[in-house]
Structure formats: C-alpha cells, structure tokens
C-alpha cells in the first residue's frame, strides 16, 4: 500500500512519483487551552515528526526531494539558508543518511545563542558549508556554487530555501491530507482558520491546495516572517497551482483542484525588523505559550505565528469558527 495518503488520493501517482517516509504520521492534533482567546483553539504539531522525534515539519519536505533527487542520480544536495538555517540542517542530516552530500549557502542573520549553537551543528553534520553573507553574493556564487558541487556531467540537485519547491510543497500537502482524515474521524472540528509561519512559502501553498484536496473549508493565515522574498498570496497561490501541474505533470487526475484565490490571507505586521529580528510581541508569545500552555517555541517563526494569532483573535478577526495553530518548531 502506498506509505503516503496523497498516493492513496492519486494511486496514479505511486510509479512516477517516489516518497521516503521519514517520520512518524500522523502528527498529533489537540486543543490548546490556556490562552484566553475568544476563538476555539487547537493545534496540529509537528514538533515531533521525524526520524527519533527530531526535525519538526521540514523533513515533511525531504520525503518527497530526497527521493527524486536519487531518482535523478544526483550525489550533491545544494541548498541554502540563513546562519541558523533549521532547514539546512535538517537536509544535511537526513542527506547524510542516504549517502547524499550537502554543500550549504550560508547568508546572515542577526547572531544569538540559538545560531551560534546551531552553527555548530551545521559544521559537525558533515555538510560543506559557504559563508556568502548576503543575498546578492549568494546569487552571484551560484555557478561556481554548481561547479564546485558537480560530480563529472552530474550537476547537484539544488532544492531553492526551505525546500520550497513545487515538488518539496507536496510535504504540506501531506499534512492537510492528514488533517481532513482527523477531522473526519472527529478528533477535532472543521478549523475556520489554520495559522502558520511563512519564512519561504512552500508550507501555506501546500497547505492550501492539500485543504482543497482533503475537501476542506479551512483557509490559511500565513503570518510572514521572512522580508527577503516575496510571499504575498498571490505568490503562493502561484506556488500551489506549479504543484498542481507537477502532479498532473506526473499523471494525478485533479480536476478543480486549485485552491481559491481567498484560500490564503497573508499577515506582514509581526515581522518586526526583518528576518529572525525577535519581536517584543513575539516574545511575549513566546513566553506566554510556555507559561499558560507548555508550548514550546522559537523567535524566527512559531513565535511571532502565535503572536499574530493572539493578536488578531483580540481584535475579532478571526470570527467564524475554530482556529488551528500549525506547531512547526521541532527539536534540534
């Protein structure tokens, strides 16, 4: 049988496109008490998902990339990130575990304890590592960055930051699916709204046209965290609609499938001062999370994500049923 429920959506799919399972699903859901918001709040966590509990929602990406890029015989993963990249450690390490290497572009990022720690593990996970400072170096590197990575006439197999690719978006298609099936089963109720940090696109796209699938009504809240890209809805609804023609591109039948231009609202005031800038409405989250419901989180992304929910439910903007916060900080 199919390890992944969108090759039980679209059987079709299960010879032309491969999938590694690396975590355990589906993640757990549960209300979330605590918090004193107006609205019914529930959560959806991937914290723990992935090999040993370790890795949160990125390796969600990787069971779809690393798959295509052995399927591709590439031996080199290039990807890129900031400083303290989650992401980029995640492919390094899960990467390494099939005999993959990995050459990372690093660019900076404001430097706490938490990226001094993490660039530590990045040096220990065996990846090749390429400080380029800013994103202009970065794109002018590129192809050297590609001829220093080639083995012979086999390029590496570049997956763009986050692993927000049309094919690595699929991860949170996954976690939609997941989500209908647990709505349907009644572990929790239709959510009006499903609110998740947006640092490089890939999850409020997939998300979004995983909810069509999964014939939900859901809309996405993406609260934007990342000032270096642009992703304004119609940015990742452009991102959803290139899954879609990748899995029709691979023989899925998906007739009606986009998600509606209203599938995702994109939130830009808890950003604060740019890209894992901490926020003062952030930490007060933050600690607020940790305090009234156990709930841990990091400054980058899931903090100012529940700031801006906090925020907006005070106000009455997010009137009209439950709301489900996507926990996508995981372990390191």
């Given at each position: 049988m199919p390890s992944s429920l969108l090759h039980?959506?679209?059987?079709?799919?299960?010879?032309s496109l491969p999938f590694l399972r690396l975590g355990k699903a589906p993640t757990p859901v549960r209300r979330l008490?605590?918090?004193?918001?107006?609205?019914?709040?529930?959560?959806?966590?991937?914290?723990?998902?992935?090999?040993?509990?370790?890795?949160?929602?990125?390796?969600?990406?990787?069971?779809?990339?690393l798959p295509e890029a052995r399927r591709r015989g590439a031996r080199t993963i290039l990807t890129v990130g900031g400083l303290g990249t989650n992401w980029g450690l995640a492919a390094a390490r899960y990467a390494g575990e099939l005999g993959l290497g990995v050459a990372l572009g690093l660019i900076d990022?404001?430097?706490?304890?938490?990226?001094?720690?993490?660039?530590?593990?990045?040096?220990?996970?065996?990846?090749?590592?390429?400080?380029?400072?800013?994103?202009?170096?970065?794109?002018?590197?590129?192809?050297?960055?590609?001829?220093?990575?080639?083995h012979g006439l086999a390029l590496p197999y570049y997956l763009p930051a986050g692993g927000s690719s049309p094919l690595g978006t699929l991860g949170a298609v996954e976690i939609a699916l997941e989500l209908g099936a647990q709505v349907e089963a009644g572990e929790l109720p239709e959510p009006a709204?499903?609110?998740?940090?947006?640092?490089?696109?890939?999850?409020?796209?997939?998300?979004?046209?995983?909810?069509?699938?999964?014939?939900l009504r859901t809309r996405v809240l993406g609260?934007?965290?990342?000032?270096?890209?642009?992703?304004?809805?119609?940015?990742?609804?452009?991102?959803?609609?290139?899954?879609?023609?990748?899995?029709?591109?691979?023989?899925?039948?998906?007739?009606?499938?986009?998600?509606?231009?209203?599938?995702?609202?994109?939130?830009?005031?808890?950003?604060?001062?740019?890209?894992?800038?901490?926020t003062r409405t952030g930490d007060e989250a933050l600690d607020r999370a940790s305090a009234?419901?156990?709930?841990?989180?990091?400054?980058?992304?899931?903090?100012?994500?529940?700031?801006?929910?906090l925020d907006l439910d005070a106000a009455g903007r997010l009137d009209g049923g439950p709301v489900l916060f996507l926990q996508t900080h995981g372990p390191r």
């Open positions: 039980r959506r679209c059987p079709e799919l299960t010879d008490p605590g918090l004193g918001t107006r609205a019914e709040l529930w959560i959806k966590d991937e914290s723990g998902y992935g090999d040993g509990g370790w890795g949160g929602n990125k390796v969600r990406k990787l069971e779809w990339l990022q404001p430097v706490d304890a938490h990226v001094r720690d993490q660039l530590e593990r990045l040096r220990a996970s065996g990846a090749t590592l390429h400080f380029l400072h800013d994103k202009t170096r970065l794109v002018l590197a590129a192809p050297w960055l590609f001829a220093r990575h080639s709204w499903l609110v998740t940090a947006v640092g490089s696109g890939g999850t409020a796209a997939g998300l979004a046209l995983g909810l069509r699938l999964a014939g609260v934007v965290v990342n000032d270096t890209l642009r992703l304004d809805p119609a940015a990742l609804l452009k991102l959803a609609r290139r899954s879609t023609a990748l899995l029709r591109a691979r023989g899925a039948d998906l007739d009606g499938a986009e998600p509606a231009p209203d599938a995702i609202r994109v939130e830009t005031a808890w950003l604060g001062d740019g890209y894992a800038h901490p009234q419901a156990g709930l841990t989180l990091e400054r980058t992304y899931t903090a100012k994500a529940l700031a801006a929910l």
